[in-house]
């Protein structure tokens, strides 16, 4: 699979180093490896969801409890997660880590990829929500603090983009 492994198990290291302890997700390409290392790491808990919004009820209820989580979804998934991000995590302050797999933009061969990752920063930025692209593995521990930091001290949420560069690997 040209999902990339080394540069999955930063991003995961990353998460655990900041003390996410609770990731939330549905299945996804580029996010499977990921997926994994959250079911096999006995230090996390894997929730695995029907749909996104739903991964935003459990990071509130994980933040509500003293536990720092993370969601994990794609384009789309982010899409359909809007009404609990603005009506929950924004509404009542609360610090929600999105990690984003940022389908649909340049080089991206799946026609039904496209329209998702046309659209994702710009409802990002009608939502004020504060973001940043992971692209290079070198600054994905940095910016996850960075990511986390601007989370907890605003209380609100904040999303990282995974890109193509990071997540994939040509065969």
Known sequence: MPVSTANSQIV??????????????????????????AEEDPDTTLVRLAKEEEGVGISMGAHLAGVKSAMLMQNHGFLASVNGVVSGAQLYRIPLLMLISHRGTFGEPDPWQT?????????????????DRLDDPQTVPGKVVDAMTLAEASLRPVALLLGRSLMWEEG
């Open 115 to 131: 329209e998702g990752g046309g659209v994702t920063e710009n409802v990002l930025r009608a939502l004020g929500i504060a973001y």
């Open 12 to 37: 995961f290291d990353a998460l655990k180093n900041n003390g996410v302890r609770v990731v939330s997700a549905l299945p996804e390409t580029w996010l499977v490896h990921l997926i994994r290392m």
